[in-house]
């Protein structure tokens, strides 16, 4: 059995590889590294660096598992390879937080393709969604009989680098998008705040389609705050984290937080807001949540001023070890275990990369 993957937002770059730094094109290697010799559904067929891009209609669905990152369209999915061969295989792939669908059709939508897929999630919270919308959108018989599993994405951890400490503290936007879920202008607010009472680098690196927007451009004008594009290599992101000093988490919802664990295990301090998302992926007596805005400085002041000390309160409240405590519940190979595991349970799929 062969692995398609389905992203509707990749990008194959012209010298064959998947581009792209956001948490999709990140997903669409990690799936490519799982199951060597997968292809990547696109516009037209094409030979890649490992890969094959073949359009949808061209796949025999008898003999291959579409991994849908897209989810809500897979009764189209499943309708198109119906045309070839008698049952399609299709897995969902829900990575990101089910909240971006708000309109009743795409509700409906995503809880009648999980009830009648297979739905991997990337953590038990969004797991826990997908069954409360599959119960409150689908009838009893769907609900009862829908299949879904999780584990957390966890980061590459051979990527991290050794600690840069910079000579002004540099506060990271631990985000690309300028969404309203990201609630960036309490990041604004707050940055601010904490500016006039202490030097501070900001540094925003965003996706290139909010690069451009008013609020980029107005931040990009102080001096003190730097807004550029997506670093070009995964390299280049790390070393920039290596030398990040803090970041304030603003968002109202996350689906896991893949941007927050990787800068915490590079050493930054991160202050999170009081709110479920952020307590489910951090240690229980995390020191720095804040539910105000006065909050939020407060703590904010205190991890570019005091720095050393709450890295000694982080890893006092993880049992001694910080940065341990992160690896061991977000090693991407626990991810890279559960999704073969899981593929290999629904449909006979074998990865070539097991833990």
């Not at 953590?123 to 689908?138: D, F, L, N, V, Y």
């Not at 009989?145 to 990527?159: C, D, K, M, P, S």
């Not at 290596?242 to 295990?265: D, K, M, N, P, Q």
């Not at 998302?277 to 995390?286: N, V």
Request: charge should be negative; include cysteine; glycine fraction near 6%.
């Amino acid at each position: 059995m062969r692995v398609a993957i389905k992203y509707g937002d990749v990008q194959v770059e012209p010298s064959g590889r998947i581009g792209g730094h956001d948490a999709g094109a990140t997903l669409v290697r990690r799936l490519l590294r799982v199951f060597p010799g997968a292809l990547v559904v696109g516009q037209a067929p094409r030979q890649c660096e490992g890969f094959e891009v073949l359009p949808l209609e061209f796949i025999d669905g008898a003999s291959t598992v579409v991994v849908n990152m897209d989810v809500v369209d897979s009764l189209g999915v499943w309708q198109t390879l119906r045309a070839h061969c008698e049952e399609p295989h299709i897995m969902n792939f829900v990575w990101w937080h089910t909240s971006r669908y708000t309109h009743q059709v795409e509700r409906a939508a995503l809880a009648l393709s999980c009830a009648l897929f297979p739905t991997f999630a990337n953590s038990e919270r969004t797991a826990s969604t997908i069954r409360e919308i599959i119960s409150g959108w689908t009838i009893p018989p769907l609900a009862q009989q829908a299949r879904i599993a999780w584990v957390n994405l966890g980061i590459r951890l051979e990527h991290v680098q050794p600690r840069r400490e910079p000579g002004i503290p540099v506060v990271l936007y631990p985000a690309i998008y300028l969404s309203e879920r990201k609630r960036p202008a309490l990041f604004f607010e707050v940055v601010e705040r904490v500016h006039a009472r202490t030097p501070i680098q900001v540094e925003m690196r965003l996706h290139e389609s909010h690069l451009i927007s008013e609020m980029a451009m107005r931040a990009s004008r102080k001096n003190w705050v730097w807004v550029g594009p997506l670093t070009a290599t995964r390299e280049s992101y790390w070393e920039a984290l290596a030398h990040t000093t803090a970041f304030l988490a603003t968002a109202a919802e996350e689906s896991y937080g893949l941007e927050y664990i990787e800068a915490l295990v590079a050493g930054a301090v991160g202050v999170f807001p009081d709110r479920p998302w952020a307590r489910a992926i951090l240690p229980a007596d995390y020191p720095y949540f804040y539910r105000t805005t006065a909050e939020a400085e407060d703590l904010l002041y205190r991890a570019v001023t005091d720095t050393r000390a709450c890295r000694r309160e982080l890893d006092a409240a993880a049992g001694g070890d910080f940065a341990g405590w992160l690896r061991a519940r977000h090693d991407d190979d626990l991810f890279e275990k559960a999704i073969a595991d899981r593929m290999h349970e629904w449909f006979g799929v074998t990865a070539a990369r097991t833990v």
